[in-house]
Every structure is written in structure tokens, then in C-alpha cells.
């Protein structure tokens, strides 16, 4: 369909290679758009341009040939090439030297320290003072013997990162169990699990194993070996690696002039400080409370069915009771709900759903126009108002040497007129029915596409998209899972084979039986994001009984003796104090759902509103800002709080 606009003023895709030469056109690609970045950044330090605001635009050119580079990583995850993919990762690594040299590069640190804000507009003060900022945060301006040193500790972190991940990766631990002790798992199971010589079944702590068991598996004793096993992976290596982790950071933040380690990471996020997160994690603990007691009193009593002695549930009898009590007190049968949800209707109706809700048209682009990666990758513009103001591919199924997870990438950040933002969604769904949790996955990731597409039609590449506060970040897709949990919002897309719509009962049915756990839920997440924040926050030199004092104060389970799972709890390192993000942006993702109307999901006003004051601003306000001008008030905790009560 053609779009009927002012050529001159609409930017157009990026040529893909299609069926072509993907490794010449990766490897020229980033070439290119290297070198561009460093003759840009040569020219700044000999010789920059007059005025302030000409300086800042020469930066964001060298920062979009940057992001340019940068996003050709998307290729070392999707492409069906392995030659491909590890080109692309070559090219990753020379960007991140790239960035890391210049966030140290004292002349370049000069031309902007020595701008004179005056007469900028508000995008632009904000990009110089961002942009000041991050050469601070990189040590720029500490003396020659401090940042040697930070160059040196910034390398020591990336290899304790690296070992951190991999003896996580590498240390799959097992448990051998008599065929007789797999009761209650599936029958599929079972059957993928057959006895050796020895008449013993082997369980290891890989997720595809390790999940089912804690969940169905009915022998308590073995869940309890299990767990154990799971506990133990990566010691007692990663014990000493996650403590010279942690003295890095440590040391790290001295230098760079900071209290402390979450005082530094916690300066560019929402919550900002690392006062405000231990706060954060008590708050919610404390709220959680009484529902997480509750809740456990109903899994104790459920346990007590099977073992009339029991006076405990302990971690690993949590998802097995939790299972046993949705499936017998809620009356949800998963088998049942996926007939309604096939992925061709899914993916269509979550077009649709939201195109309505944020007034966006989708028009398919055939695969030889799009020149994509794989036959798999279905394409589309993305319209508003008659306008083509995107594109973005979905990339659904897995493969082959494909990432495993689910996740946006960025493919070309937006600039408005200038460049068109493109976006891919990188999935692992079945073919066939889905589950409704995938169906809740598809929603969420999806709402980071729609983000980066709307937020892409600003200026400065900094601001494009979803390039907001990182505890932010994911409270927009947390919110648009709303709409998969809707009656109404699902009868417009849910049908069985038989053409029947999802029946409303049902759909209440799930919502009953997902509220149960919550409580539950928000106290262990509470004992991890203790965990992530305290161990960065005070030096112990034993971690796992520190682990397991915070254990005691957060969760409502006790401490596993015998466990260290702060070995194999890779997020300290990913997440490092901030493992707190994923609940915080729950609690703005509820706000942010409270101004609308449940019993009216589509009502415009209100969708519109959220589109054109949260979404189409990218990171051009301070998150906390955004959200306040959306509600019309400063965030708050009344909504998180009222929806965990819920029944
Ligand atoms: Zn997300």
C-alpha cells in the first residue's frame, strides 16, 4: 500500500540484503560506520564547530554511526549463518572499545565541558548535560593515577563478568533418582527421562528439567535434593569471583567519587540513590506481608493433605503447592485455554489490539521488499495518521543458533524526518496453539516495539525509543500485559477451531487463579533484590550466611541449608545492585494502568494521552516526570498496593 506522503520529508527502511550477501554487507557496514564515528570525533577535538548547540549535533552524528554499528549485534542473535553471527559479534566488540576510549578521552571531554549552554532549548541542554554526565561517570576528569586505575578495574570486570556467566553456564549439576520418584511429572516427561543400567533416572538443574520437577514433581524429598543440586552450581568458584566483583565496584566508585556502589549505579535510574533502594525494599516487603503469610498458610495447609506432620513449606515445596492449590482451587486447565489461542489469531489480534488502542495502522511488507534474515520474519509499516512513521519485523519461531529468549532489539534507532526507527521482536513460539503465558510474553515485548517506534520521532538519538531509565524501561510493556488478561480485549482474537470465542468465565478463572502467589512472589523477589543491593552495599566476607540472613528477613521461606545460590544468581552480575528494577517498574506500570478504564480498555483519550505524554517522548523527560505529566500527579504505590490485594 503507498503511502501518500512528501517523499522529501519521509525517511526511508534500511536496505537490507535480503537473499544477499549478508557477511559482506555486515562487515562494510560496521566498517563504515566506525570510521564515520571516529573521523566525526577527530574533527570535534581539531576542530569543533562554533556554538554549542553545532558541537552537539556533530556528537549525535558520531552517536548514531555508533548506534549504527552497535545495532548489527541483532544480527550475531537472529541470523541463520553462523559465519554471519560471528562476524557480528566481532563487530560488537569493536564498538564497545570504541565507546570505552572515547568515555575516556580527555580532549573530547574538553570541547563539551567548555560549551556554553546559553540559548539551547530544553532537548538540548539536556543532551550536553547527559552527555557531561557520562564522561564523568566514566572517570574522565579524575587525575592520571585514578584513571589508569579505572581502566584497569573496568577490564578486571569485564573478565569477572565473563567468568561469573560461564562457570554458571558450564556447571550442570544431577540428581539420580529411582523411576519411582518421578511421580506426579508428565507423561512426556517421564518418557524424555528413561532409567540407566543402574535403574536411576537422571534429573539435572537445566531449566527444561529442573522446572517441571520443582513444579510437579509429587516426591518432596527429591525436590528437595534437586534444589540443592541448583543451590550449589558454580560453587564454590563463583564465590570468590563475585567477591572480587564486588571489591571492584567497590574500589570503582571510591574513584569515581561515590559513597558507594549503588549510589552509582542508582544516579542514572528512576529510583536515584542507593538510599531510596533499601528503602523501596522494605516497602514492598512490607506491604507483601500479610498477603505472602496468607498465602503460605494456604500452601501449609494444601502440603498438610500429603504430610499431616508437616509444620513448614519450605522454597522448594513453593511452586509444587502453588500448582496444586491453582489447579484444585481455581479450577484453570492450561490444556483447555490453549485451544483458544492459535498463533496466527494471536498475532493478528495483537495487531489489532493495539493499533486500536494507539491509532496505528500496520501494513504488511513482503518479504522481498523487506529483504529480512529468514522466511520466518514477517515485516510490517507502521502508520499514524496516513504517515509511515516505522517499520518493524517479527521475528517469532525458534531455530537453530537463534537467541533463546524473548526480546526488542533496536535495528535503527529513530530520528524523526531524518531516519525511521525499525524494530524487531525476537521470540521462541510454537508454531501451533500457545500458551497464555506466551500470549502475555507476546504483549509485553511487544510493548517495547511500540515504544521504540513512537518514541523514535525526536532529534537526538540519545532520547530515541525506549532509551529511558533502565528501572523504567519495562513499565510499559508490564502494563500492556493488561490488555492479554482482558475478557473483552482476548474475545476479539481468542477462538477455538470450532470458531467459539474464550468464554469471559474462563478468563476470570485465570485471573483468580494467577492473583494467587503474589504475596508470595513479592517477599522472595524482595530476598534477592535484598541480596543484589546489600552485598554491593556492605562488604561480608561470607556471603552465603549474609545471603541467608537477608533470606530470613525477606521471604517467607527459610534459608536452604547447604545452599550458596549467590553463585548461580548471574543477575548479580547483570543486574548488579539493581536487581530491585523489574518490581519498581511494576509499581509504575500499575500507576500508570490506574488511568485507565478496565470495563472500557480501548477508550481513546486515555490511550492517546499514554501514547503521545509517555511513549512518543523517549527518553526526553526524566521518567518520573513522564509518568507525572501522563496522571497528572507524582507516581505513587496506591495502585501496586490495591492490585495486590486483589483476589
Ligand atoms: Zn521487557
Given at each position: 500500500?503507498?503511502?501518500?506522503?512528501?517523499?522529501?520529508?519521509?525517511?526511508?527502511?534500511?536496505?537490507?540484503?535480503?537473499?544477499?550477501?549478508?557477511?559482506?554487507?555486515?562487515?562494510?557496514?560496521?566498517?563504515?560506520q566506525?570510521?564515520?564515528a571516529?573521523?566525526?570525533?577527530?574533527?570535534?577535538?581539531?576542530?569543533?564547530?562554533?556554538?554549542?548547540?553545532?558541537?552537539?549535533?556533530?556528537?549525535?552524528?558520531?552517536?548514531?554511526?555508533?548506534?549504527?554499528?552497535?545495532?548489527?549485534?541483532?544480527?550475531?542473535?537472529?541470523?541463520?549463518?553462523?559465519?554471519?553471527?560471528?562476524?557480528?559479534?566481532?563487530?560488537?566488540?569493536e564498538?564497545?572499545?570504541?565507546?570505552?576510549?572515547?568515555?575516556?578521552?580527555?580532549?573530547?571531554?574538553?570541547?563539551?565541558?567548555?560549551?556554553?549552554?546559553?540559548?539551547?532549548?530544553?532537548?538540548?541542554?539536556?543532551?550536553?548535560?547527559?552527555?557531561?554526565?557520562?564522561?564523568?561517570?566514566?572517570?574522565?576528569?579524575?587525575?592520571?593515577?585514578?584513571r589508569?586505575?579505572?581502566?584497569?578495574?573496568?577490564?578486571?570486570?569485564?573478565?569477572?563478568?565473563?567468568?561469573f556467566?560461564?562457570?554458571?553456564?558450564?556447571?550442570?549439576?544431577?540428581?539420580?533418582?529411582?523411576p519411582?520418584?518421578?511421580?506426579?511429572?508428565?507423561?512426556?516427561y517421564?518418557?524424555?527421562?528413561?532409567?540407566?543400567?543402574?535403574?536411576?533416572?537422571?534429573?539435572?538443574?537445566?531449566y527444561?528439567?529442573?522446572?517441571?520437577?520443582?513444579t510437579?514433581?509429587?516426591?518432596?524429598?527429591?525436590?528437595?535434593?534437586?534444589?540443592?543440586?541448583?543451590?550449589?552450581?558454580?560453587?564454590?568458584?563463583?564465590d570468590?569471583?563475585?567477591?572480587?566483583?564486588?571489591?571492584?565496584?567497590?574500589?570503582s566508585?571510591?574513584l569515581?567519587?561515590?559513597?558507594?556502589?549503588?549510589d552509582?549505579?542508582?544516579e542514572?535510574?528512576?529510583?536515584?540513590?542507593?538510599?531510596?533502594?533499601?528503602?523501596?525494599?522494605?516497602?514492598i516487603?512490607g506491604?507483601?506481608?500479610?498477603?505472602?503469610?496468607?498465602?503460605?498458610?494456604?500452601?501449609?495447609?494444601?502440603?498438610?493433605?500429603?504430610r499431616?506432620?508437616?509444620?513448614?513449606?519450605?522454597s522448594?515445596?513453593?511452586?509444587?503447592y502453588?500448582?496444586?492449590?491453582?489447579?484444585?482451587?481455581?479450577?484453570?486447565?492450561?490444556?483447555?485455554?490453549?485451544?483458544?489461542?492459535?498463533?496466527?489469531?494471536v498475532?493478528?489480534?495483537?495487531?489489532?489490539?493495539?493499533?486500536?488502542?494507539?491509532?496505528?495502522?500496520?501494513?504488511?511488507?513482503?518479504?522481498?521488499?523487506?529483504?529480512?534474515?529468514?522466511?520466518?520474519?514477517?515485516?510490517?509499516?507502521?502508520g499514524?495518521?496516513?504517515?509511515?512513521?516505522?517499520?518493524?519485523?517479527?521475528?517469532?519461531?525458534?531455530?537453530?543458533?537463534?537467541?533463546?529468549?524473548?526480546?526488542?532489539?533496536?535495528?535503527?534507532?529513530?530520528?524523526?524526518?531524518?531516519?525511521?526507527?525499525?524494530?524487531?521482536?525476537?521470540?521462541?513460539?510454537?508454531?501451533?496453539l500457545?500458551?497464555?503465558?506466551?500470549?502475555?510474553?507476546?504483549?509485553?515485548?511487544?510493548?517495547?516495539?511500540?515504544?521504540?517506534?513512537?518514541?523514535?520521532?525526536?532529534?537526538?538519538?540519545?532520547?530515541?525509543g525506549?532509551?529511558?531509565?533502565?528501572?523504567f524501561?519495562?513499565?510499559?510493556?508490564?502494563?500492556?500485559?493488561?490488555?492479554a488478561?482482558?475478557?473483552?480485549?482476548?474475545?476479539?482474537?481468542?477462538?477455538?477451531?470450532?470458531?467459539?470465542?474464550?468464554?469471559?468465565?474462563?478468563?476470570?478463572?485465570?485471573?483468580?487463579?494467577?492473583?494467587?502467589?503474589?504475596?508470595?512472589?513479592?517477599?522472595?523477589?524482595?530476598?534477592?533484590?535484598?541480596?543484589?543491593?546489600?552485598?554491593?552495599?556492605?562488604?561480608?566476607?561470607?556471603?552465603?550466611?549474609?545471603?541467608d540472613?537477608?533470606?530470613?528477613?525477606?521471604?517467607?521461606?527459610?534459608?536452604?541449608?547447604?545452599?550458596?545460590?549467590q553463585?548461580?544468581?548471574?543477575?548479580?552480575?547483570?543486574?548488579?545492585?539493581?536487581?530491585?528494577?523489574?518490581m519498581?517498574s511494576?509499581?509504575?506500570?500499575?500507576?500508570?494502568?490506574?488511568?485507565?478504564?478496565?470495563?472500557?480498555?480501548?477508550?481513546?483519550?486515555?490511550?492517546?494521552?499514554?501514547?503521545?505524554?509517555?511513549l512518543?517522548?523517549?527518553?526526553?523527560?526524566?521518567?518520573?516526570?513522564?509518568?507525572?505529566?501522563?496522571?497528572?500527579?507524582?507516581?505513587?504505590?496506591?495502585s501496586?498496593?490495591?492490585?495486590?490485594?486483589?483476589?
Amino acid at each position: 500500500m503507498a503511502h501518500d506522503t512528501d517523499p522529501d520529508t519521509t525517511p526511508t527502511p534500511l536496505a537490507l540484503p535480503g537473499t544477499g550477501d549478508w557477511l559482506a554487507w555486515i562487515t562494510d557496514r560496521g566498517r563504515d560506520q566506525l570510521a564515520e564515528a571516529r573521523r566525526l570525533v577527530e574533527e570535534l577535538k581539531a576542530s569543533p564547530p562554533t556554538g554549542a548547540l553545532a558541537v552537539l549535533e556533530r556528537w549525535n552524528d558520531t552517536q548514531v554511526a555508533i548506534g549504527h554499528a552497535q545495532a548489527l549485534g541483532l544480527w550475531a542473535e537472529v541470523h541463520p549463518d553462523e559465519q554471519v553471527r560471528t562476524r557480528a559479534d566481532e563487530v560488537g566488540q569493536e564498538v564497545q572499545k570504541l565507546v570505552t576510549d572515547l568515555g575516556l578521552d580527555r580532549a573530547l571531554y574538553a570541547v563539551f565541558a567548555g560549551l556554553d549552554p546559553a540559548g539551547l532549548d530544553a532537548d538540548a541542554t539536556r543532551e550536553l548535560e547527559h552527555t557531561l554526565r557520562d564522561f564523568r561517570r566514566a572517570g574522565v576528569d579524575r587525575d592520571d593515577t585514578s584513571r589508569a586505575r579505572l581502566r584497569e578495574l573496568s577490564e578486571q570486570a569485564v573478565t569477572l563478568s565473563q567468568d561469573f556467566g560461564r562457570h554458571i553456564r558450564d556447571d550442570v549439576r544431577s540428581v539420580r533418582l529411582a523411576p519411582e520418584r518421578l511421580a506426579g511429572l508428565p507423561d512426556d516427561y517421564r518418557a524424555a527421562h528413561p532409567a540407566d543400567d543402574d535403574q536411576l533416572v537422571t534429573i539435572t538443574t537445566d531449566y527444561p528439567d529442573l522446572v517441571p520437577f520443582m513444579t510437579f514433581g509429587a516426591d518432596g524429598e527429591a525436590r528437595h535434593e534437586l534444589s540443592l543440586a541448583a543451590a550449589n552450581v558454580a560453587w564454590p568458584v563463583n564465590d570468590r569471583v563475585l567477591q572480587d566483583l564486588l571489591a571492584v565496584r567497590r574500589e570503582s566508585a571510591t574513584l569515581l567519587g561515590y559513597d558507594s556502589w549503588p549510589d552509582y549505579d542508582a544516579e542514572v535510574k528512576m529510583i536515584g540513590t542507593g538510599a531510596a533502594v533499601a528503602e523501596f525494599i522494605d516497602k514492598i516487603s512490607g506491604l507483601s506481608r500479610d498477603r505472602a503469610e496468607h498465602e503460605l498458610a494456604v500452601l501449609l495447609e494444601r502440603k498438610r493433605v500429603d504430610r499431616p506432620d508437616a509444620d513448614e513449606v519450605e522454597s522448594h515445596d513453593s511452586r509444587h503447592y502453588s500448582e496444586l492449590v491453582r489447579r484444585e482451587q481455581y479450577d484453570v486447565d492450561g490444556q483447555v485455554v490453549r485451544t483458544y489461542l492459535s498463533f496466527e489469531s494471536v498475532r493478528q489480534g495483537l495487531l489489532d489490539v493495539t493499533g486500536r488502542l494507539f491509532g496505528l495502522e500496520w501494513t504488511h511488507v513482503p518479504a522481498d521488499e523487506a529483504g529480512t534474515w529468514h522466511p520466518d520474519v514477517a515485516s510490517y509499516d507502521v502508520g499514524l495518521g496516513g504517515r509511515r512513521i516505522g517499520r518493524i519485523h517479527l521475528d517469532l519461531h525458534p531455530r537453530e543458533g537463534k537467541f533463546k529468549h524473548a526480546a526488542q532489539f533496536d535495528m535503527v534507532a529513530g530520528l524523526g524526518e531524518r531516519q525511521l526507527p525499525e524494530g524487531v521482536l525476537v521470540c521462541n513460539f510454537a508454531r501451533g496453539l500457545m500458551e497464555h503465558d506466551e500470549v502475555v510474553t507476546l504483549f509485553h515485548e511487544f510493548g517495547h516495539l511500540v515504544h521504540h517506534v513512537l518514541g523514535g520521532q525526536g532529534r537526538w538519538v540519545r532520547f530515541s525509543g525506549v532509551a529511558t531509565e533502565w528501572d523504567f524501561v519495562e513499565a510499559p510493556s508490564q502494563m500492556l500485559e493488561e490488555w492479554a488478561w482482558d475478557a473483552d480485549v482476548l474475545a476479539t482474537f481468542a477462538r477455538n477451531p470450532e470458531g467459539e470465542t474464550i468464554p469471559a468465565e474462563l478468563v476470570a478463572a485465570m485471573r483468580r487463579a494467577d492473583h494467587f502467589g503474589k504475596g508470595l512472589y513479592a517477599a522472595h523477589q524482595m530476598s534477592y533484590a535484598a541480596r543484589s543491593f546489600w552485598f554491593h552495599a556492605q562488604q561480608s566476607d561470607d556471603l552465603t550466611a549474609f545471603g541467608d540472613e537477608l533470606q530470613e528477613r525477606y521471604s517467607v521461606f527459610p534459608p536452604l541449608e547447604g545452599g550458596h545460590m549467590q553463585c548461580a544468581f548471574g543477575h548479580l552480575d547483570g543486574y548488579g545492585s539493581g536487581y530491585y528494577t523489574y518490581m519498581w517498574s511494576l509499581v509504575i506500570a500499575k500507576d500508570l494502568f490506574s488511568a485507565f478504564d478496565r470495563d472500557d480498555m480501548f477508550a481513546p483519550e486515555v490511550a492517546r494521552s499514554y501514547r503521545d505524554r509517555v511513549l512518543a517522548m523517549g527518553g526526553r523527560k526524566d521518567a518520573a516526570d513522564l509518568v507525572a505529566d501522563f496522571l497528572g500527579r507524582p507516581y505513587s504505590f496506591d495502585s501496586w498496593a490495591a492490585w495486590l490485594q486483589e483476589e
